[in-house]
């Protein structure tokens, strides 16, 4: 770039200068640049734009004078004239660097006026084609530069119509055409009061004005808001000669993609219209033909046009969205782009494009978007269906159902064992739900968050789960529930989309996830590149199996509470909890051990080879408990009535226990490691079935190598808290051994998740042998947000008024969170030169942060065994990015 | 030391040798060395004690060799043989670092057995006296050496007593001692399977080991844990030449202080008994003589006496609690140490002792207890008052009263305005009992903690307020309340202290506070040499009144809330929450704006002259609403009435609304500035409501310069989040000033409360002129402690159990909040320099974490104004450290 230059022809351009000459100019010079027939012109850089919106006093003389320059050159170059005899016709187009909705598209035709719309009609020998450039180019300039509203035009062409009694407007002629001009000057003249400008270079510098401005129309602004694509790019102006499609049937227009954007298939997929401009295809007045047809209307053109195709996907790479025009039997491009596709289509064109050697295995990883592929996974609800949709809640759990809707959990089993597919909808779910859970297609909830029992539960089960659905309200006693001020009736079907949040009404289009060999094969070349080994957070044998399947290469998070919630076990759990004295507590923790036992055997089998993160017990006891408001009407109600005082008792005595158990913020409450040292005998027990379930697999046969627990000690903020933990561990353990005449293997390490364990991480690593970083309740702690409650309350207002940028739960907030984890790897690693590091939150299946948990060094993340082909491929990008 | 040494004589010692001598050994070799009457002796170190305790070998040949040595020396000394003709009779005393209940305390008399009485005997000329030596070494020894239980030589010296119809053991005579000793001996044979040891080497080892391994018995260690003390010092062990008060009227003992301990007064106090031993006095048989008649009974001793104790008090430079004895008319000094002190006797001591030019001015101040002062502030109940005692919950206010119990808001204001005394006893108070805490003397609350409503309010009223007495049902059916199955009707009287959490039955004795003189001149002593400034938490004209007298230097946190919480306001908010559109909550806002105004006139004046931070509003909406269990059962029965369907309808609405409002983690959900950007409405009405009070103090003569406000954001974590709020203010200001041509200097700052805040302060400092550190919410946030719940479930048990050892919520966790604290003051001051730093969680009233404060930088601490003495104190003493 010259200093001070702001305006180059296409020939001075190519691809690399996006930012500076915006999408659409760079592949345009591109395209001149190695011979491909472009329709010559000049772009007005993104810094002019800039420029211009700093100054605030218009264009500057030097600007109007290098374009002109640049205008008189293309006269040169084209052989016409800028308002002469022949004359050049030019587009103006918007083109920022990133395509932008919302601003100012396209002026065609720029350059005609009274005078030279004659011209144009003498050259062409059509004046019906000059008259309907020059109405079309009237109607788009005093829109789009003047503000005059669009349908005020239409009226007219309506009317003309209606008097002549046709139905389109080709069917006008040049009478009418006449007529509708004059028409159109007059509207313009009194909605501007003015005249429309004849001056063709006032036509031109007006509509540069009008595209600099539309960057700061409000659609413009929220657009970049939404996207954040920053204020400060500005847009280029692509000014570029006319070339028509609509002279004759030896001319059209088209657009093409160079491979199939919903399949993949490596075959060219497009149509066209002949003797049509590109806005005929856009009006649907007439129907497009595909492009194979092409090559029967016109053969040569179709054979340079494939040939082209060709040498476009070569020199970019990639697969390209085209618009070309032929006038009088020549094709010229009018665009290239990188071409948008399905998933599924981005998966097979980027495993083709390997086979057919047009790029590597390494490009492929670096180019596709993992975040993508996440509706290769789930059964999702058409993103076309809108027209049921009623309501929006939290995407708590992915997939999409359809389903009875079912107030009851009893209700919702005994329906489902009459094969009726089910949905449960509940205020909130407790663990005396579990049955109805399990039963139900899905969950949707009208009160809790991300983390509440129903989402928790949820995606534990891998079924799908809206919570927080405010809009509904659920009306137990008429057996209603309300959407918007609606009634609906308990049973109504409804469908859910627990990956987008989405209520619809009905049965709606759903689409099945695609596990293709092409998908595998990405994955294989994914396995091959990255450093960071990638696990699963897996509660049960099932998932442990469906994480293998995945790619799991172990388990970074077994939450052992997910065992307490069965329905058969809950029962149990409470009268551990209700226990009087240790005695008590101890009797009902030794009906639990066994059932705890079966589940590790289940899992550590599924993992054999692999090492599994087992977490001792975290939740606070209440949420194991029955809830409080029912409760509290149960005995009120037995008060009131006074029948059964030994059934009142009970209820008081648990109604008490909940109250006493109940925290204020159960986040930072009585939770985790907390439990475990004012209750070690409930440690101890899970510690015991560990161990058991190990020593029972030994005695089926499987190899002690193929053995590796880790036992996890969760929200570890002081090092005695660790040392005391590790200790039981080793107590319990050693006492096992002693027992069985056998030592095993095991670790034992620590959850990150308080801000105070990453600032003593090097205590801590004195007693731990491994570190995982919990990066769920480290982001509630480290920026005070309650998942809960921010996620229904302050936080969408924050993100929709960018007073924050990204959600911190969705992808790790690198300034605080990031910021705390690096040093406590830094200080672990100082007392703890091979301390093992993981991550297990859900970030762990979150691309942007993966790349980040990379670049600091973590060895493995863990995330839900659905996310593990996207954690897979987000290693591996990690990996060629760092 | 010699490399090896474990054993020095008293002429090898001297007071600086506490950690190798222990404080009695080091405080006897002293007062040996200069010059005053010491029993000859020597002392085994607690190097001697750690390697025993280590070994784990009894008393290994070497030590045995080098305290025989000693023991030669000293019959050298004292011409006296260890089990020869003239007996050298020891006493054994352990000799901690710290003084230490729970250890072997004394063997007197050791030396003596069946051969050495008569020796005894003979020399001092009375056998009697030998005898009853003898037979209080046999019950010494064997009771803290062998282990023989005290109440079984007691039996016997009853039965001998009874036998002989006498009252005391002095009226036993020489056959009766005789016939006793043998009784004691066998006693010892039976419970110990073995004879008296005979040989006075062996006792004398078996005392060492005794002594040595009373550092390890159970109380020793739970006093450890209790009071902190290291387990790692040891104990040494005292040997003392015996000296006898008990041989004639020319013998006696005694304790004294050089001043007196209760009152400060410069005058010796103490008493003694003539022909007796310690022991004598301690069992209160006979009652013993105040000092001041040894003038009478022996004038030269007395003298004497008085010159030693100037000469300790001179040399010591601190007053004195003393042991001596006196054996045939001389004078021996048995034990120096500092004296213990009420809080009123150490202030004026210390002042006096400035005065007499025996210690600086900052010696003084180094040598105070900032946190004894406490009670000096508040009312408080006797604490030799245990026998009402009846219950505990938490200190959540300090301050004592009595009253009788009313469980009511409305009885209770009633009752007051009949001049009863009333203490409001509840399960948790809400908004709604505003005006019963008002006519309250203390409040009492079954649930909730520090920061509970009641905790929170009645500290800023400087009420009384004991939270979270679990052991305490209130049973309103009844009219009941229950404490540990105990009834008490509504209406008891009891008297709670909120400073201790006690909880006691009628009235009992308090204590008033006593502001002095003396005290007042240390405060200003304070002030001239500390660093940190000293700011109030104050939000009311009252408190601010009440913190300038107090010494504050301006108000560091100015709570809004506070001003919403009032009984004629809380309607006002509770509409402006329930406001179902911005027009509605402006309405409300409207209203409250001159009532916050008002309250903003009344500081502003208070303060003239010094800075107010205000905070604008803080908790969540929902705290301002009623309580949502009573709601619930209040709309449960009116539907089952299904009586008056509109009131219904507003209780329905005003349930939702709750509901709708709760968080489940309130402490990390919709509050601080989050209120503010999502409902700018209220803090511009507050901003408005502070500029219109200092516009109107300006018409009031108020000069402009005295008016320093400080306007403060709470609960920032982003960079955005500060520059957004900046604006409002400014805006709001800008537009004020606009209107009454005037402008006013200000300042806006942050609260810092949360990690990431810390971690970010680079980039809120460039927004913020100054940061505040609210280290109750940092701390919550940092160790993931909630402070209402963990201080009623895990935190007593942390602490009971040394897992941690100090109270986060008391002092600040230096390794984690400090450290983060530590980063915002570095990264803040990265992008400005003159960033002003403060605290104002409670930490600003609490020594340690003031001396942590002004050790790296902080302008100034705020506190309560009751701990604005202790704060000025303490940060005194924190610069003299520095």
Redesign the interface.
């Known amino acids: 770039m010259k200093a001070g230059q702001y305006v180059y022809p296409f020939a001075q351009g190519d691809k690399s200068m996006k930012s500076l000459l915006g999408g659409k100019g760079a592949n345009l010079a591109e395209m001149a640049r190695i011979g491909l027939p472009v329709p010559p012109g000049f772009i007005i850089t993104t810094e002019a734009c800039n420029q211009y919106l700093g100054r605030n006093e218009g264009l500057w003389p030097e600007l109007k004078s290098e374009i002109l320059e640049n205008l008189q050159q293309l006269e040169l170059e084209v052989g016409r004239s800028f308002g002469g005899e022949r004359p050049l016709l030019i587009s103006v187009r918007s083109g920022a660097v990133v395509s932008m909705p919302g601003m100012m598209d396209t002026v065609l035709n720029l350059g005609l006026n009274q005078t030279t719309v004659n011209y144009l009609a003498d050259e062409a020998g059509n004046r019906r084609f000059a008259l309907d450039c020059y109405r079309r180019f009237i109607q788009m300039f005093a829109n789009v530069v003047l503000q005059v509203g669009h349908h005020l035009f239409e009226n007219i062409l309506t009317e003309a119509r209606q008097r002549k009694n046709v139905r389109t407007d080709s069917e006008l002629n040049e009478a009418d055409l006449e007529k509708i001009t004059a028409q159109f000057l007059d509207l313009v003249r009194r909605e501007t009061d003015g005249e429309f400008p004849e001056d063709p270079q006032e036509q031109l510098f007006l509509a540069v004005e009008a595209v600099f401005n539309s960057w700061n129309t409000n659609r413009a602004v929220v657009y970049r808001k939404a996207n954040r694509i920053p204020d400060t790019l500005g847009t280029a102006v692509n000014i570029q000669t006319m070339v028509f499609g609509n002279l004759g049937e030896d001319s059209g227009t088209g657009v093409a993609f160079t491979r199939n954007p919903s399949t993949g298939e490596a075959k060219l997929y497009g149509e066209y219209l002949l003797n049509a401009q590109g806005e005929d295809v856009v009006a649907g007045i007439r129907n497009p033909h595909p492009l194979s047809e092409l090559k029967g209307d016109m053969p040569e053109i179709y054979d340079q046009f494939l040939q082209i195709c060709n040498k476009l996907e070569e020199h970019y790479r990639e697969m390209q969205d085209i618009e070309f025009t032929i006038e009088k039997g020549k094709l010229y491009m009018l665009q290239t782009r990188t071409g948008k596709r399905t998933a599924p289509a981005a998966v097979r064109i980027a495993v083709d494009m390997v086979g057919e050697g047009l790029i590597s295995r390494k490009e492929v990883l670096q180019r596709i978007e993992p975040d993508q592929l996440e509706q290769l996974l789930h059964r999702r609800i058409d993103p076309e269906c809108n027209d049921r949709y009623i309501a929006r809640g939290l995407p708590a759990s992915p997939g999409a159902a359809s389903g009875k809707v079912v107030f009851d959990a009893d209700k919702a089993q005994e329906m489902a064992q009459n094969d009726e597919k089910v949905l449960l909808v509940r205020p909130e779910t407790t663990p005396d739900d579990i049955h109805g859970i399990i039963a139900a297609q899905g969950i949707l909830t009208s ?1 809790g ?1 991300m983390t509440s029992h129903a989402a928790v539960v949820a995606r534990g089960m891998g079924k799908p789960c809206v919570s927080g659905c ?1 809009d509904l309200q659920i009306d137990f006693v008429k057996g209603l529930f309300t959407i918007k001020g609606k009634d609906y009736k308990e049973g109504t079907v409804i469908s859910i989309d627990g990956t987008t949040g989405r209520v619809f009404l009905g049965v709606v289009p759903m689409i099945e996830p695609e596990f293709t060999d092409e998908f595998r094969k990405l994955l294989s070349w994914a396995d091959e590149v990255r450093r960071l080994k990638v696990r699963a957070n897996a509660d049960t044998p099932e998932d442990a199996r469906l994480a293998v399947e995945l790619g799991a290469q172990g388990i970074g998070l077994c939450r052992t509470e997910h065992m307490f919630m069965a329905a058969d076990r809950i029962p149990v759990v409470q009268k551990m909890i209700l226990a009087s004295d240790l005695k008590e507590r101890e009797a009902a923790l030794c009906e639990l051990q066994p059932m705890q036992q079966s589940d590790f055997e289940g899992i550590f089998k599924e993992m054999a080879g692999y090492p599994v993160t087992v977490r001792l017990l975290d939740p606070p006891l209440h949420e194991f408990l029955p809830d ?2 029912e409760l ?2 149960e005995v ?1 109600k037995l008060r009131r009535e006074g029948s059964d005082s030994s059934l009142l008792h009970e209820k008081e005595k648990l109604l008490h226990k909940v ?2 158990l109940s ?8 939770r985790g490691c ?1 439990l475990g ?2 209750y070690p005998e409930i440690y101890k027990m899970q510690v015991r079935a560990i161990f058991l379930a190990l020593f029972k697999l030994l005695d089926e046969g499987m190899p002690e190598e193929k053995l590796q627990p880790e036992i996890m000690i969760p ?1 570890v ?2 090092r ?2 660790m040392a ?1 933990m590790k200790k039981l561990v080793e107590i319990t353990a050693e006492d096992m051994f002693a027992g069985k005449g056998k030592k095993l293997t095991y670790m034992v390490g620590t959850m990150i ?4 364990a990453c ?2 991480a090097d ?1 801590l690593a004195e007693v731990a042998s491994f570190f995982s970083f919990g990066t769920n ?1 480290l982001t ?7 998942r ?3 996620e229904s ?2 936080l969408p ?2 993100l929709q ?4 940028l990204i959600n911190p739960f969705a992808e790790v ?1 690198r ?3 990031g ?2 984890v690096e040093i406590a790897i830094k200080r672990g690693r100082s007392t703890r030169a091979n301390l093992k590091l993981g991550i297990c939150g859900e970030h762990g299946g979150n691309p942007a942060s993966i790349e980040f948990f990379n670049s600091i060094g973590l060895d493995y993340v863990s995330c839900s065994p659905y996310r593990l082909p996207i954690a897979r491929l987000s290693a591996a990008k990690a990996a060629l990015q760092g």
Chains 1, 2 share one sequence.
């Open positions: 009160r968050g405010e409080r408001e509290l009407l009120d109250r006493l925290e204020y913020n159960p986040m930072l409450g009585h907390r040292l004012v929200l903020g002081h005695e808290e005391r998740e308080l801000p105070r600032l003593v205590q309740d509630q702690t480290t920026l005070g947000y309650s809960d409650d921010s309350k302050f207002y924050y008024n960018k007073i924050i907030d300034e605080g969170v910021k705390l």
